[in-house]
């Protein structure tokens, strides 16, 4: 079965301090994993995404097919991170499967 | 290039009552997906649909329908509103062959009384 778990529901750290928000998948097959992220009073945007294996915002994430995780990482954290992320992984009929998503909250 | 458009922004209906909603691609997209989103569930899929038809279904009651026409806009409708169905409903408009790169709108925010 295809499933994004994050076992996060709420993560809470201080500025400054290194953020990852963990992010697990199951899937028979090379899954193509995402980061989105929606800042309060905004739409749902694409944070990143595995094959680019760029850094944006700071954040970086590698996928792990060992462990089958794609953590979201970022050694500094600032206030503006404060959103909920989610994980989501590309599916073998083009839908999106979603985790539940973690609400990140920066504290000053 | 325009983003995702959904209209209405807000809207509050009664329990029993129908609604549309609807959801302007980024032009050229000609896949959108329907999302429920609440703060107890998170992303919830609805619907795919893509040149008109619908490709994916999540597991919604049939109450949720939807369809898209040929410029790639869509609607959804839900019938027989229920208050349960109160959430923000988010669509999101991708180009065929870029897997897992959606564009989101806004949403409209459902409030059922």
């Known amino acids: 079965a295809q499933r994004v778990t994050q076992p996060e529901k709420l993560l809470s750290v201080f500025k400054g301090a290194p953020v990852e928000l963990k992010c697990n998948y199951s899937?028979?097959?090379?899954?193509?994993l995402f980061w989105y992220v929606q800042y309060s009073r905004q739409r749902l945007q694409l944070l990143l995404r595995?094959?680019?294996?760029?850094s944006i915002k700071g954040f970086t994430a590698d996928l792990n097919k060992g462990e089958t995780s794609f953590h979201l990482k970022k050694p500094f954290a600032q206030e503006e991170d404060s959103a909920m992320y989610y994980c989501?992984?590309?599916?073998?009929?083009?839908?999106?499967?979603w985790g539940a998503g973690t609400k990140l909250i920066i504290k000053p | 290039k325009a983003g995702v458009t959904q209209t209405p922004r807000y809207l509050i209906k009664t329990r029993g009552q129908q609604v549309t909603l609807s959801c302007s691609p980024i032009?050229?997209?000609?896949?959108v997906s329907w999302y429920q989103q609440t703060p107890g569930q998170g992303l919830q899929f609805l619907f795919e649909?893509?040149?008109?038809?619908?490709?994916n279904k999540g597991n919604f009651p049939g109450r949720f329908s939807g369809r898209q026409f040929s410029n790639s806009r869509s609607e959804m409708n839900v019938s027989t509103l229920e208050l349960g169905d109160s959430a923000l409903y988010l669509c999101?408009?991708?180009?065929?062959?870029?897997?897992?790169?959606?564009?989101f709108g806004q949403g409209t925010r459902l409030t059922v009384v």
């Open positions: 999101a408009s991708s180009l065929e062959g870029a897997r897992g790169l959606a564009f």
């Open positions: 032009s050229g997209h000609r896949s």
């Open positions: 649909y893509f040149s008109e038809t619908q490709r």
């Open positions: 899937y028979s097959g090379s899954p193509e």
């Open positions: 595995h094959i680019s294996r760029e």
């Open positions: 989501a992984l590309s599916g073998s009929n083009y839908q999106l499967i």
